[in-house]
């Protein structure tokens, strides 16, 4: 059974830092990995997302990579702003994976302090 | 675009009473999923569907209905609710070839 963990739950920062959040996953026969951003109390919203076949995506500050042979992910965040705080979540699609269907890691709290 | 939109925001059940969720997407997308969230949880897929009149489990169906009669809306149904499902559940949706899900706001469910 495919699982994914996100640590460390909770990061806190100093504005302008560079930062990796990390993602592992149990079974490597994944479609996709995929990054996420939730805001407190709203809907998820799609950062970043890795085809099996990549090694990496990257959009504006952000960079993802992606390792299926190891099981995992890392988020790159660089030159961290304030408005980068929130809780971040990796997800796969597994490869055998009728309707599209997510499994998600329990997220990443990052606070970014001015 | 309004996107995928959730009512309602914010309700307080008794144990045993009924309601539905709403979910309603105007972009067109076949595929709809049900999540819930739990306190510093990741989110657990409840049901999802492929298109109008085809739906399926997802992880943690129990205590829970789905249909799917339009494109557009997927109403998800708690039936004598429990405090096990006390939950901030969110409905998102994709079209079938682009493999980003978009989320609703979410709502947010307290059994008492």
């Known amino acids: 059974k495919q699982e994914v963990t996100q640590i460390p739950a909770a990061l806190s920062v100093p504005e302008g830092e560079n930062l990796v959040l990390n993602c592992s996953f149990t079974?490597?026969?994944?479609?996709?990995l995929q990054w996420f951003r939730q805001d407190p109390g709203k809907g998820l919203t799609s950062l970043l997302l890795?085809?099996?076949?990549?090694r990496e995506q990257t959009s504006g500050r952000l960079n993802a990579s992606l390792d299926k042979s190891s099981g995992r992910s890392t988020l790159y965040i660089a030159a961290s702003q304030p408005g980068d705080s929130a809780t971040y979540l990796c997800?796969?699609?597994?490869?055998?994976?009728?309707?599209?269907?997510?499994?998600f890691g329990q997220g990443t709290e990052l606070s970014v302090k001015p | 675009n309004a996107g995928v939109t959730q009512t309602p925001k914010f309700r307080i059940l008794k144990i045993g009473q009924s309601m539905t969720l709403q979910c309603t997407q105007d972009?067109?997308?076949?595929?709809m999923y049900w999540y819930r969230q739990d306190p510093g949880m990741g989110l657990k897929l409840i049901y999802y569907s492929v298109g109008a009149g085809i739906t399926d489990k997802g992880e943690v169906p129990n205590g829970y209905n789905v249909s799917r009669s339009t494109t557009e809306d997927f109403p998800l149904r708690l039936e004598l609710a429990a405090p096990s499902q006390t939950s901030v559940y969110f409905c998102a949706s994709r079209t079938g070839a682009e493999e980003t899900q978009y989320f609703g706001p979410g709502t947010r469910l307290l059994v008492l």
């Open positions: 079974d490597s026969a994944i479609y996709n």
């Open positions: 997800a796969v699609a597994p490869f055998y994976n009728q309707g599209g269907k997510l499994i």
């Open positions: 972009m067109n997308h076949n595929y």
């Open positions: 890795i085809q099996s076949s990549q």
